[in-house]
């Protein structure tokens, strides 16, 4: 135990608790002798390692922290990992800005390589102006940084007061997560799950990578409708079609109207020719052209959008992409286009990008006569790469897919039984969940064309002319794993054998970063590697997440989990709203809207900030004004107010502790009984919030009314009325700082250490068997607020006296029911003590039923020699 300061103060417990925590294990997991019903295990988010954290990572993080400590107060052995996602995009592009460089894997490895920039956010950098270097170099500098990056983010972790075993931590493009990743795709691959084809793949040009179905986002774009004339073939003049791509006029494999419109019913199946390159295409029917939109008929191009990928695919046209992976329109000349128009046209389209073509095309058609009528300005939503800032287009290349169930209603059906198996905190949030899986249109891509990630382990042979033959790759064992297919080497073939006729090229691209991540129970549980560990933690209890990666994070590891097991990866998952602006908008890097933690911390506290993101539930927004943090003030208010309470009940002589036998002090234990039940069955049922709500109003409570009450009996009381009030003190306070050792850690870890043992961490959660049997069974839960409502209306008489609470009260009378004056009764003397009271009157109501309600009016009081009336207290 340790002393009590003179003044208690939050200030300096960050760096005091968390150096005891380190040295002594607090947050350990134990796994010796456990059983796994003893385990309680958290599949923690591992935050992107790229930049700094903001606060909505504060907000769900705290979320889960409680859960952890309240699950480890309850007896559970907590597995609480953190991993670091420290592959991908963002880290990429954060190295190129920071180290003014970008990746060109031709260039040679350079030794003792001293990047040119370093610092800031590099953003000041032009693209063009990036020191090209070898992919090797890249990679050391992305390693460099996310290493800085990940210190800072556990230093912020560890003053937030997480209670993290920082021994149970792990790399997303550590080795060992190499291998689990690249283990889990071979065996994918064993089981016909992951395979490669040639299909139409949605394409960002700034980042030159594929992008998966659940990385898009929607954002309104201007844009342009233009009125395209097709000529008949039959001499009977021409059909319109508007488009807002008349760039990709050179890649129209058909025209497409509604079976049922009546309009074109009699062209199904003839043919028109193309503006400018006179290409002949049909014209076909399709259930999803809209007959409402435009002229009610559409040309389909490979590829200006998702539509015209299924248009493609189910009606079976050819393929006669123009666009590169730049983004630029390919030099080489469809097949398709013959005549020498068409041809010379397409030469001058050769090499421009998207906005440089469109441009083209619309002068050319303009001069031709085959534009008709009035460009029409509009707004539609365009699909993005959720991290790129260029408009997404669709390219043909050869990807690796895993299966999601897109295309395998037998796996859908598995996935969406998982889901309604699944608990979710709170419930709604699984609707989100089944949409997704119900709306999947095709299988998970991915493989990515970049170079920090977890390489795809796969070689190809090279036939005799030097093509790789990708329908048979070359699979390393498991046992070789983990593989760089770009430096290692097949089984079998020699490092001169690499790129030439007859042998082997290695897969350069590498996996996308979810395709790690969503094996994050795994990576941390040691799947494969610590299998003793595995089956204590897994399925772990609990996943908790943002609702954004629904679709993302928690669809792609529970799809994992059923191809690998067929279970379960979690028991429930408890998903955190958003942090919104004072605008009411989503706080994101991308809207320069976020505020950073550390000032917030350093300012405030931990423990004040805590609260502030304890206060909000499960699944709900809650809006930040970093210039009015009104609740973080109130969470502070809070701490010290308990580190006050605490020094000022550890204060009274406690040589005669044991009973509680004053009516007063029994009604506080058995209200404080029924607050410890309220509050575990909210954290039962992931209600942190309510948990914390039911404790702080009562510790208010107790604080303003309670200690008010039998502060005089505890101070200068003799013989049992004394003992009473201590021993209920010392005991409310015991289970006040427990109940809030989950919200507040440094403060209740502070006061704890003035009086209990060990850890309150690691202290057991109180229960309201010994509250109760402490208070007796017949103790009256109502009477601390009947008192209270007494003492609040004596307060208030002295007030509108315009006289000091501490000055004498000569006569005071309170009317009250017969049931409530029997009740007053037993605490008269408390009463009389704290409101300085020479007589204290408890009568029947008035006969102008002044008094005849619930509870007590004060009716009367005298201060010095003046005679007030006061109204209901």
């Known amino acids: ?160 007061g997480l209670s993290v075993d920082w021994t149970q931590s792990y790399r997303t493009i550590g080795e060992e997560s190499l291998r689990a990743s690249q283990l889990a795709f071979l065996r994918n691959v064993a089981r016909g799950e992951a395979y490669q084809a040639q299909a139409p793949t949605l394409w960002d040009v700034t980042f030159r990578t594929a992008v998966a179905q659940a990385e898009l986002e929607d954002r309104e774009q201007p844009s342009a409708y233009h009125t ?128 440089s073509a469109k441009q083209l095309m619309v002068d050319a058609l303009t001069e031709s006569g085959e534009l008709r009528g009035e460009i029409r300005k509009i707004t539609h939503p365009v699909k993005f790469f959720e991290k790129g800032d260029k408009p997404l287009e669709i390219v043909s290349t050869r990807q690796w897919y895993i299966a999601n169930g897109a295309r395998d209603e037998a796996l859908r059906e598995r996935l969406l039984a998982h889901g309604r198996e699944l608990d979710w905190h709170p419930e709604f949030m699984r609707v989100r969940y089944e949409n ?38 070359i699979l390393p064992t498991e046992e070789q794993l983990p593989v760089d297919p770009s430096s290692d080497l097949p089984t079998g073939y020699t490092e ?188 039962e049922a992931y209600d942190h919030a309510r948990a914390l709500e039911l404790t702080e109003s009562y510790f208010w409570t107790f604080c303003d009314d309670y200690l008010e009450l039998v502060k005089e009996r505890a101070h200068n009381g003799t013989g049992q009325t004394q003992a009473s009030a201590v021993t209920a003190l010392r005991a409310a306070l015991s289970v006040f700082v427990r109940l809030l050792a989950p919200f507040l850690p440094y403060a209740t870890e502070e006061v704890w250490s003035w009086f209990g043992e060990g850890s309150v961490h690691r202290a057991e959660w109180p229960t309201p068997a010994p509250l109760t049997e402490l208070a007796g069974d017949d103790a009256d839960p109502g009477l601390l607020a009947l008192v209270g409502g007494a003492l609040i209306g004596i307060r208030g008489a002295k007030t509108a006296a315009k006289a000091s609470q501490r000055t004498p009260v000569i006569r005071a009378v309170v009317h009250a029911p017969a049931a409530d004056r029997d009740r007053l009764a037993l605490a008269a003397s408390d009463l009389a003590d704290v409101g300085r009271i020479a007589s204290l009157e408890i009568v029947a109501p008035s006969a102008d039923g002044s008094g005849s309600g619930a509870g007590s009016e004060v009716a009367a009081v005298t201060v010095a020699e003046i005679e007030l009336e006061q109204a209901e207290g």
């Open 496 to 683: 001169e054998q690499r790129g030439q006729a007859g042998g082997f090229v290695g897969e350069v691209d590498v996996m996308d970063t979810w395709a790690t991540s969503s094996l994050t129970p795994q990576l941390a549980g040691g799947w494969e590697r610590d299998p003793e560990l595995y089956d204590l933690v897994f399925p772990f209890s609990l996943r908790p997440q943002g609702q954004d990666i629904i679709r993302t994070w928690l669809f792609s590891t529970l799809l994992r989990s059923e191809l690998e097991s067929g279970t379960l990866p979690w028991q429930h998952a408890g998903i955190s709203g958003w942090i919104l602006d004072p605008d009411r908008k989503k706080m994101s890097k991308s809207k320069g809207n976020v505020v950073t933690p550390a000032g917030m911390l350093a300012q405030h506290g931990s423990d004040a900030v805590r609260y502030w993101a304890a206060s909000a539930k499960l699944g709900t927004d809650a809006a930040f004004d970093p210039q009015n943090p009104t609740q973080i003030k109130i969470g502070r208010r809070l701490a010290i107010k308990l580190l006050n309470a605490a020094k000022f009940t550890l204060g009274f002589d406690a040589s005669g502790a044991g009973q509680v036998s004053e009516p007063l002090d029994r009604s506080m234990l058995a209200g404080l009984a029924t607050v410890v039940e309220g509050a575990t069955r909210a954290f």
């Open 1 to 160: 135990m340790t002393a009590i300061p003179d003044k208690p103060a939050l200030e300096g417990l960050e760096e005091k608790w968390g150096a005891v925590w380190e040295e002594q294990g607090t947050y350990a997991f134990d796994r010796e002798g456990a059983a796994r019903d003893d385990v309680y295990s958290i599949d923690t988010p591992p935050p992107t390692a790229s930049g700094s954290l903001h606060v909505g990572h504060v907000f769900s993080y705290t979320h889960t922290d409680t859960v952890a400590r309240f699950q480890r107060m309850r007896g559970k052995r907590v597995f609480y990992p953190m991993g670091w996602d420290d592959n991908g995009l963002p880290t990429e592009r954060r190295v190129q800005n920071y180290y003014g460089v970008r990746c060109d894997p031709t260039l040679p490895y350079v030794h003792g390589f001293v990047p040119p920039h370093e610092g800031g956010d590099g953003k000041s950098i032009k693209a063009a102006d990036q020191q090209p270097i070898s992919r090797r170099n890249f990679i050391e500098l992305c390693e460099r940084l996310t290493v800085e990056d990940e210190k800072q983010f556990e230093d912020l972790w560890r003053t937030l």
């Open 228 to 355: 395209l004339a097709f000529h008949r073939n039959d001499g009977e003049g021409d059909i319109l079609i508007d488009t807002t791509r008349p760039e990709l006029l050179a890649a129209c494999v058909a025209l497409v109207a509604h079976p049922d419109d009546e309009r074109y019913q009699p062209l199904f199946g003839t043919t028109v020719r193309t503006p400018l390159f006179d290409v002949e295409v049909p014209i076909l029917a399709h259930h999803l052209a809209q007959r409402d939109k435009g002229t009610g008929i559409a040309m389909i191009c490979t590829f200006g959008d998702v539509t015209d990928v299924v248009w493609w695919r189910e009606l079976d046209l050819p393929n006669r992409a123009i666009l590169g992976f730049d983004g630029r329109v390919i030099a080489e000349t469809p097949e398709a286009i013959t005549s020498e128009r068409g041809r010379e046209m397409y030469a001058q389209l050769a090499g421009k990008t998207v906005f």
């Open 436 to 473: 997704w899986v119900e709306g999947l249109s095709g299988d998970w891509l991915i493989s990515r064309q970049r170079f920090f990630g977890v390489p795809i382990p796969v070689w190809y042979p090279l036939d005799a002319e030097g093509n790789p033959v990708f329908d048979e790759p």
